[in-house]
């Protein structure tokens, strides 16, 4: 008798109704751990969750994405809400996810985002009413736990960065009951105080470690603070209600002291590059008033009655010194001309002809004698010779043309 036989497709089609008609295998929940998770460039994830015995694989596609709040790593321990069925081409089964939430956070997160909603409405988390952080502080309040490496970081970067800033600290508790209300008494007790920056925090740990950061209390203590707020809680990726109200987020303690204490010894060194610009500008001005005030003086000097008076005592010797060099030369030439007409005057001297032997006659009262009609008998007459005058008294007198006297 022949054997009925199925083929794979059958058989796996089959396998797949029996998993949709099972109501269980619908909006079911699996606990585990994610392993072999990865992010697809078509907005899947897939994952497999994995307990200790078993593991099963998971996919969440893109569509579904909204009910994930979380960025999902190797490791994280999670509820998983969906179906499982039957992928018929390879005969195999997995888990369609439709939510993902961490083991054990699931309602508090459901808490998280319901208060930040209603904080958000509220106008808590706006940035109008965000407080600017001083450049320059001189107290320093933190509210965290007396022991632990956050108050330890905060003291030493601090320490570092300035030296002259004092840090109070109000030892709260931060974890457990009571939190909440320790970390708002240490808010009011530093704000009260006046603290110039109040850093609230704690080091990292689970939601339910940081929730007290959480609690509407502490965000209304933040809010109503007179005292600017830095929120550092927790490592970078953790969030916290505190960090929305805050005036200023820091992702770390440590980065909460960096953002309140300003680097004194950078301010130094930016003073001093000040001061160098400053000197540098100064003696450029020195210099350039200098220069200005020598200009300035030349000037006054140029139109000073001294230096007038200077010009025009130059002037006047400059004149004096042309009037000689002209006198000089008329001197000169009245010389020259002297000698040509004395050179004249010596050809025609009465001295001159007195040494060839003529004589020069002249009455008695020294008037020249040039013709024998100008005298009388008996009249005085002066005869100058060269070496001398003869006074002789006329006795005839006698005309050339007619030859008598």
């Known amino acids: 008798m022949k054997k009925n036989a199925y083929t794979v497709g059958q058989v796996n089609a089959y396998i797949k109704n029996m998993f949709a008609e099972d109501f269980m295998l619908h909006g079911i929940c699996i606990q585990g751990e994610v392993s072999n998770c990865k992010y697809h460039s078509s907005g899947h994830i897939y994952f497999t969750v994995k307990d200790e015995k078993a593991a099963i694989a998971a996919v969440m596609f893109a569509r579904d994405r909204k009910g994930l709040n979380f960025y999902m790593q190797e490791g994280d321990r999670v509820l998983v809400t969906g179906s499982v069925e039957v992928y018929e081409r390879d005969g195999r089964y997995q888990l369609y996810a439709k939510e993902i939430e961490k083991d054990g956070e699931g309602s508090l997160f459901l808490r998280f985002e319901a208060l930040k909603r209603e904080l958000e409405e509220m106008g808590m988390f706006a940035a109008e009413y965000k407080k600017q952080i001083p450049r320059y502080i001189r107290t320093l309040g933190v509210v965290t736990a007396p022991t632990g490496a956050a108050v330890q970081d905060i003291r030493n970067i601090a320490g570092r960065r300035n030296p002259y800033v004092q840090v109070i600290l109000?030892?709260?508790?931060?974890?457990?009951?009571?939190?909440?209300?320790?970390?708002?008494?240490?808010?009011?007790?530093?704000?009260?105080?006046?603290v110039d920056v109040l850093i609230v925090g704690r080091g990292g740990g689970s939601i339910e470690d940081l929730w007290a950061f959480n609690e509407e209390t502490v965000a209304r203590a933040i809010f109503e603070c007179n005292t600017p707020v830095i929120s550092a809680v927790g490592h970078e990726t953790d969030t916290t209600i505190a960090d929305f109200v805050a005036d200023l987020r820091a992702p770390t303690p440590s980065a909460g002291a960096e953002?309140?204490?300003?680097?004194?010894?950078?301010l130094f060194e930016e003073m001093a590059g000040l001061e160098h610009r400053f000197r540098r500008s100064m003696e450029w001005k020195l210099e350039l008033a200098k220069s200005r005030c020598s200009h300035l003086a030349g000037r006054l000097a140029a139109k000073s009655p001294q230096n007038r008076f200077n010009e025009n005592r130059q002037y006047a010797v400059n004149l004096e010194e042309r009037l000689l060099q002209k006198m000089d030369g008329a001197l000169r030439d009245a010389k020259y001309r002297l000698g040509m007409l004395s050179g004249r005057l010596d050809g025609v001297s009465p001295v001159r002809q007195l040494s060839k032997g003529l004589a020069f006659v002249t009455d008695g009262v020294g008037r020249r004698?040039?013709?024998?009609?100008g005298i009388k008998e008996g009249d005085e007459i002066r005869v100058r010779l060269r070496d001398g005058t003869i006074v002789a008294q006329a006795r005839k007198t006698m005309l050339t043309d007619s030859g008598t006297g």
């Open 170 to 194: 109000y030892p709260a508790k931060v974890q457990g009951d009571g939190a909440a209300e320790s970390i708002v008494n240490g808010i009011c007790a530093l704000d009260a105080l006046g």
């Open 259 to 266: 953002l309140a204490v300003y680097d004194v010894f950078e």
């Open 369 to 373: 004698l040039s013709s024998v009609s």
